[in-house]
């Protein structure tokens, strides 16, 4: 299993990110996937997943409204947009492979994108 986000970097309170996800080694197409973030000296939260097809999406409250999550199963990869960000959303970003029985935080995890919003 491979998970390889990007798409991260640093962007005004206000601004917009999209990252992306490619996985491989799997079939991607037949997993729920979601989206963890870990601000510095805190725990992992869970932002975001998605059913397998595509047609289910589950926000966290935090980010209701402002991110959306999509995927597209012919091209193995996951994105997130990120839209109004806020100071507080400063984290570094996980993709994660999410099966039902794993839980929100899934079973396995990329190396993460750094997303910084700063002034």
């Known amino acids: 299993v491979q998970l390889v986000e990007s798409g991260g970097g640093m962007v005004q309170p206000g601004g917009s990110l999209r990252l992306s996800c490619e996985a491989s080694?799997?079939?991607?197409?037949?997993?729920?996937m979601s989206w963890v973030r870990q601000a510095p000296g805190k725990g992992p939260e869970w932002v975001s997943r998605?059913?397998?097809?595509?047609?289910?999406?589950y926000y966290a409250d935090s980010v209701k409204g402002r991110f959306t999550i999509s995927r597209d199963n012919s091209n193995n990869t996951l994105y997130l947009q990120m839209n109004g960000l806020k100071p507080e959303d400063t984290a570094l970003y996980y993709c994660?492979?999410?099966?039902?029985?794993?839980?929100?935080?899934?079973?396995?995890w990329g190396q993460g994108t750094q997303v910084t919003v700063s002034s």
């Open positions: 080694g799997f079939d991607f197409s037949h997993y729920d």
């Open positions: 994660a492979r999410a099966p039902i029985a794993a839980g929100p935080y899934g079973d396995f």
């Open positions: 998605i059913n397998s097809g595509g047609g289910n999406t």
